[in-house]
Each structure stands twice: as structure tokens, then as C-alpha cells.
């Protein structure tokens, strides 16, 4: 069956530091993978995706995310934060077979140190 | 501003009730998929309407319904309310076709169940 894993319920890093959120995935063959974001009474904000091609991936709000089949991963990461990235992030798998149904982790909550 | 309006935005029921959700789609779409979150956790995909028929299902039990209407609205229907359907409540607007799909989600319904 298909899962993604986020390992980190919670991460806190210094505002203008860089940031790794991790994602893995178990899935049979070729995945399409997303990261998205979410503010506070906010909906789901995608910030990039990967098909297929060239394994790092720009998004948007300066964010990047690289695939990694051997291993698996998704991670997303980010050279400088800022507090406005202060949120929650949603790594998610979908399933080509079933038109697009995204399977998601369980969220990793970006906390920003002044 | 993803064009995706849910409402209403919060709604407070008791167990036994049935209750409507609704999603105004963005325009050019004509997919809507369902997702219920609880708190703490990620999204979990409770179906998908395209052209006004149900085109997939998550492990979710009958008294879970919808309908979508000629102008790609939706509606989410529960009866017989149980407690632990409190959660947040989101809808994801699509085009289908292309290469993958750009999932487009409202700010969500809250519902608490009482």
C-alpha cells in the first residue's frame, strides 16, 4: 500500500538559517510527489511538484525539493527562511491509477526564531 | 486566492445529525475531490466527483456521500454523525487532463461534532 512518512512532527529554525523538511514515500512504481503548504485557516497551498525529468524541482516562494529513488525521499528545503514560512507543510504521493487521489503524510510544523 | 469557496466555514452538530457540506468550484474546472483532516494529521481522500459522477473513493463508509451539479459545484453529505468526524473538512477543485493534476483547495469547513 501506498505511505508517505514525514518523520518530524515539529521543527524550529532561525529565521534567515536553512531549512531540510524530509519526506518518504512507499509506493510501486514511479510516484508523482508533492509538497504543500499551510497557513493557519488557510487551505492547501502547492508549492511543487515532480513527475518526471530532472530529479530537483523549484517551486515557489524560493522552495526546492529533491527526488531521490534510491532512497525513497522527497525532501524539501529552503536556503534562507523567512517568518512568513512559519507553517505547515504536507508532503503527498498521488496515484496515477486513480486519478490523481493523493495519499499524505501527516505534516511537519515549521516554527521561525526571530 | 485559489478561486475555491467552501461553505459554511464552521459548523457545530450533534451525534445522530446529518449534515452539507458545500464547494463552489474554480472556474474551467470539472473535478472536485473531498479530503477530511483531522487535527494533528494530514489529509485523507474521501472521493472524487468528475462530470457529475463519483470517479473514486478512500476508505470512508456509505453514510459518506456527494454530488456534483451541472456547473461543477459539490456537495458533501453525512449522516448519522459520529464524534470522530470532527475535522476539517477541504475541497480540491482540478482539471483533469495534462500532465498531472494542480489540485486547487478551499480554506476548508471546520466541523465539530458535539
Known amino acids: 500500500a501506498q505511505s508517505v512518512t514525514q518523520p518530524d512532527i515539529h521543527i524550529t529554525v532561525s529565521e534567515g538559517a536553512s531549512l531540510e523538511l524530509r519526506c518518504n514515500y512507499s509506493?510501486?512504481?514511479?510516484?508523482?510527489l508533492f509538497w504543500y503548504v499551510q497557513s493557519p485557516g488557510q487551505g492547501l497551498q502547492l508549492l511543487l511538484k515532480?513527475?518526471?525529468?530532472d530529479t530537483l524541482v523549484q517551486g515557489i516562494k524560493g522552495f526546492e525539493a529533491e527526488f531521490k529513488r534510491s532512497q525513497s525521499s522527497f525532501n524539501l528545503r529552503k536556503p534562507s527562511v523567512h517568518w512568513s514560512d512559519a507553517a505547515e507543510y504536507f508532503c503527498?504521493?498521488?496515484?496515477?491509477?486513480?486519478?490523481?487521489?493523493?495519499?499524505w503524510g501527516a505534516g511537519t510544523k515549521l516554527i521561525i526564531k526571530p | 486566492e485559489t478561486g475555491v469557496t467552501q461553505s459554511p466555514t464552521h459548523l457545530i452538530k450533534t451525534r445522530g445529525q446529518q449534515v452539507t457540506l458545500r464547494c463552489s468550484s474554480q472556474s474551467g474546472h470539472n473535478t472536485v475531490s473531498w479530503y477530511q483532516q483531522a487535527l494533528g494529521q494530514g489529509p485523507q481522500f474521501i472521493f472524487q466527483y468528475y462530470r457529475e459522477e463519483e470517479n473514486g473513493r478512500g476508505n470512508f463508509p456509505p453514510r459518506f456521500s456527494g454530488l456534483q451539479f451541472p456547473n461543477y459545484s459539490s456537495e458533501l453529505n453525512v449522516n448519522a454523525l459520529e464524534l470522530d468526524d470532527s475535522a476539517l473538512y477541504l475541497c480540491a477543485s482540478s482539471r483533469r487532463g495534462g500532465e498531472g493534476e494542480k489540485l486547487f483547495f478551499g480554506s476548508g469547513t471546520q466541523l465539530s461534532v458535539l
Open positions: 503527498a504521493v498521488a496515484r496515477m491509477d486513480s486519478n490523481y487521489q493523493l495519499i
Open positions: 509506493y510501486g512504481a514511479t510516484p508523482y
Open positions: 515532480y513527475f518526471s525529468g
